[in-house]
């Protein structure tokens, strides 16, 4: 297939086919001028689609269709490559429907005012030749570029600020925030009319990469009754800082149980009875959601949303823990010493005053007032935790929020996660100790 171009600037795509073999049917008996020269006028504009060696009629006219597409493409400055697939050797574009598709898109202001057609025999038995004409109202073509050259510009605008807005999600640990307004994104900027969709979505999927190579899941599982439930604790973090809004999946053999991590990235899921030689629980992301999301043009990012099934964890399910507990302190972050608590009575910690045969933690906490930055607030809180065990100094959590009140309850709520992680380990430690 070649192309040339008349003085308008008006493409036309012609190849011949099957010279070798005799024409045995022909609509017309010469082959119409307008193959040749491409009509002219002031009002509209023409294109030509010629196609050769195709095994129907239909599917002859379905790829000139596309073909004079091409002529509307390179004219308002595209690729026709965005579009349908190039090169006549690939046979299957002619019944393409996504060719198809977009062939009546841009052309819905156009109208085919002539078709050629040759028949030759060929060793499959009918090999077709056809040619259409069609007449492109000259306004409409540039109410068109117009629409194309918007269109790219604005999907531009949002893969540049989508770019900075997803890094800054994650980094604070809104991560499920994230991968949706990625999915989003890949919607926004997927479409026919936006020249750079291509390179959009490239940069797209590395954005998504981005995202998806710093989470991590660890599991930990707590038999809490046999008659009862299984319960699996998953904690999710994202560079060391808690990964809010992950869809995860809990597997136990054929039993699945879905849930989504918390602000402080912990999830729940609350498994059935235990069976006889299930005494394993495999955890990973849920990339489900995101792959039905995804626009079909975007295919490549599910790439990276499969390789999410590499962060999971699978987890050995643990006797309950009977340990008692008492806790001191912690009194400038209450917020947070309650939710260790609550989190420690549901592992199946009993937690009492301070008494002969408790293990024993003192929590010293503090909460700095928030700040303002842009419209947002932003709070920090640390902690250090001392047992018989050991002291541990806690990684600073930190909070967003549209007030100081907002803020400061969600690096508590961070702060309160990461205390009941450092407990519940030394707690295992002491009870891997005793059986020694």
């Not at 009862?228 to 999710?236: E, I, L, S």
Request: hydrophobic share 40%; with cysteine; aromatic share 6%.
């Amino acid at each position: 297939m070649r192309h040339r171009a008349t003085a308008l600037s008006i493409w036309v795509v012609f190849s011949v086919g099957g010279c070798g073999s005799a024409i045995i049917e022909r609509s017309a008996p010469e082959r119409p001028a307008w193959i040749e020269v491409t009509p002219a006028a002031r009002d509209s504009m023409y294109f030509v689609g010629v196609c050769s060696d195709l095994a129907s009629y239909e599917e002859g006219v379905n790829c000139a269709r596309a073909d004079a597409l091409s002529g509307v493409a390179a004219w308002v400055g595209t690729r026709f490559s965005a579009y349908v697939p190039r090169g006549q050797s690939e046979r299957t574009r002619a019944a393409s429907a996504g060719a198809y598709r977009y062939a009546e898109r841009f052309l819905n202001e156009g109208r085919r005012t002539h078709t050629y057609y040759e028949v030759r025999k060929a060793d499959r038995g009918r090999s077709y030749y056809v040619s259409v004409l069609y007449a492109y109202p000259r306004e409409a073509a540039e109410a068109e570029r117009a629409r194309i050259e918007a269109t790219t510009l604005e999907a531009q605008r949002r893969v540049d600020g989508a770019a900075l807005q997803l890094s800054l999600l994650a980094a604070e640990g809104r991560w499920g925030e994230a991968m949706s307004r990625l999915i989003d994104v890949a919607g926004e900027v997927a479409v026919p009319r936006n020249l750079g969709h291509d390179a959009h979505l490239e940069r797209l999927e590395g954005v998504a990469d981005e995202l998806v190579g710093p989470l991590r899941l660890s599991a930990r599982v707590v038999e809490r009754n046999p008659k009862t439930d299984v319960v699996a604790w998953v904690d999710a973090t994202y560079d060391s800082v808690a990964a809010a809004g992950v869809p995860v999946r809990c597997t136990r053999d054929s039993e699945t149980v879905s849930a989504r991590t918390d602000d402080a990235g912990l999830a729940v899921c609350r498994l059935g009875p235990v069976d006889a030689g299930a005494g394993r629980v495999i955890v990973r992301p849920d990339v489900s959601r995101y792959r039905e999301q995804l626009p079909r043009a975007a295919g490549r990012l599910a790439v990276a949303l499969d390789a999410l099934l590499e962060h999971g964890d699978t987890a050995k399910l643990a006797s309950p823990l009977t340990a008692r507990v008492s806790l001191d302190n912690g009194r400038p972050c209450r917020r947070a010493v309650d939710t260790l608590r609550q989190r420690l009575q549901a592992s199946g910690v009993t937690v009492v005053s301070r008494a002969s045969g408790v293990t024993h933690f003192s929590i010293a906490c503090s909460v700095d007032p928030a700040q303002r930055v842009g419209e947002l607030y932003e709070a920090y809180a640390w902690a250090s935790v001392q047992s018989p065990e050991r002291t541990v100094d806690l990684p600073t959590s930190r909070g967003l929020g549209a007030s100081p009140e907002a803020a400061r309850s969600e690096a508590e709520d961070r702060l309160g996660a990461a205390l009941t992680r450092t407990v519940l380990q030394v707690l295992r430690e002491i009870e891997a100790g005793k059986g020694r």
